[in-house]
């Protein structure tokens, strides 16, 4: 019996073997990523640790063949990963860097590995296996030392130059922080535990020389808890951007989450100036429970942002935001973004008794909703990037970030002060 650990060598020894073949076997990468992720926490619970600190060392090689000749091509699709625990004690494990054991310990080292068949005639492809999944109903993340992936069946049709339709069903997880492929991905309340996932959509993209506009609709079901319904319109035209999305959640099946009726939708304008953007945003939930969502990064509201979604029931919330680009400067590759979003009037009493977002406490004796009545909290996000333009260590990025969160009780969201340090490097 081949080890997990032993499929991702293999994997990644095969991405580098690619490099050197007589004959192209497709395309293949490597990416080196060098991950420090500390949360100092302000509000902490008795006996709970002030401060959570990870630091390791991640390869993620991935190969994607060539497709064979005919009516329909047939390719392949494989990743491997490894991860090596750099620091990470006991009692300060947790930041989803590495897996970490029953007694609060961080792993030395995990690895996996997976892949995915996928057929291919004309402009549309089939794939079946383990991959990475982008779409605004379910979108598989990528925020820590390894990404997200799921197992099942996705279809990309390219129908022309401008509209594309994309479709699928998932019913296998695996974490950013896991090495198997069965887990669950979790919500604020909702779980893939037990359940499929099942998408549908379309995308329509026009680029002009002095505009641009696009729009996007998709379908979503988590199988016994919700559907989902997205739209989205964006436009630019010259300095001026503007981005719309908006979800419409309801329960389904089961409804195992409790009862939902929710309506999120946010706004985002952006304004260019030479190496200066400035942008607002506005976003607003209507409901009695949180727009919730499962997969990293299944959410495409304006102010999801580095730490807090602010997508709290009956919330809503303002962001500022400014980037530099010091190209212009003279020092390409140098980027910098400021951003400050604040939101208000979360209440979560009205939730649906008996449901995820309002159980039953037996030590209290009473249901206790996750959020109270008047949360409100803020968060600001300072990044710096760089990334090196030419020579032997080109594309090697250097990113820093500081995220500060502060909120009161009934947002319940913890007050905290993070850093990342992330140095990657990749081949291809």
């Known amino acids: 019996m081949i080890s997990v650990r032993t499929c991702a060598c293999t994997c990644l020894c095969l991405v580098a073997a690619a490099s050197h073949a007589d004959e192209p076997m497709g395309e293949w990468s490597l990416l080196s990523r060098n991950f420090l992720l500390d949360s100092d926490f302000r509000n902490k619970e008795p006996g709970a640790p002030g401060r959570r600190r990870e630091w390791a060392q991640g390869f993620i090689g991935a190969l994607s063949s060539a497709y064979t000749p005919g009516i329909v091509g047939i390719g392949v699709d494989l990743h491997g990963f490894v991860g090596i625990k750099l620091d990470g004690g006991r009692g300060h494990a947790g930041v989803g860097l590495l897996p970490v054991d029953s007694d609060g310990r961080a792993a030395s080292e995990y690895s996996d590995a997976g892949g995915a068949l996928k057929l291919k005639a004309g402009n549309t492809v089939l794939s079946y296996g383990e991959m990475l999944v982008e779409t605004p109903v379910f979108d598989t993340g990528d925020k820590r030392l390894q990404p997200e992936y799921a197992t099942g069946w996705f279809l990309d049709s390219t129908l022309s130059s401008v509209w594309k339709l994309q479709a699928g069903r998932f019913t296998a997880f695996k974490n950013q922080a896991g090495s198997s492929s069965y887990e669950d991905f979790e919500g604020y309340g909702a779980t893939t535990k037990n359940n499929a996932i099942s998408l549908v959509g379309s995308l329509y993209k026009v680029r002009r020389e002095d505009y641009s506009w696009g729009a996007s609709v998709f379908g979503g079901q988590l199988e016994d808890v919700w559907q989902q319904r997205y739209l989205n319109l964006n436009a630019s035209t010259g300095a001026l951007s503007v981005d719309g999305n908006l979800y419409k959640v ?63 029931p009956g919330e809503q919330s303002w962001q500022g935001r400014y980037q530099w680009n010091a190209a212009t400067a003279g020092v390409p590759g140098l980027t910098f973004s400021l951003r400050y979003v604040t939101g208000r009037s979360i209440d979560g009493t009205h939730a649906p008794r008996g449901g995820a977002y309002n159980p039953f406490d037996p030590d209290a004796g009473a249901f206790v909703p996750a959020q109270g009545k008047g949360g409100k909290h803020w968060e600001r996000d300072m990044d710096l990037r760089y990334v090196v333009q030419g020579g032997p260590a080109k594309d090697l990025s250097i990113a820093l970030a500081h995220v500060s969160h502060r909120a009161n009780d009934a947002q319940a969201g913890p007050d905290l002060d993070r850093i990342y340090v992330v140095i990657e490097f990749p081949l291809k």
């Open 250 to 312: 309801r329960d389904q099946g089961l409804a195992k989450a409790g009862k939902i009726d929710t309506l999120a939708y946010s706004i985002l304008t952006s304004i260019a100036m030479t190496s200066h953007t400035l942008s607002l945003g506005y976003q607003k939930v209507e409901g009695s429970t949180p727009f919730d969502f499962v997969g990293g990064d299944s959410i495409y509201l304006a102010n999801s942002i580095k730490f807090a979604d602010f997508n709290g």
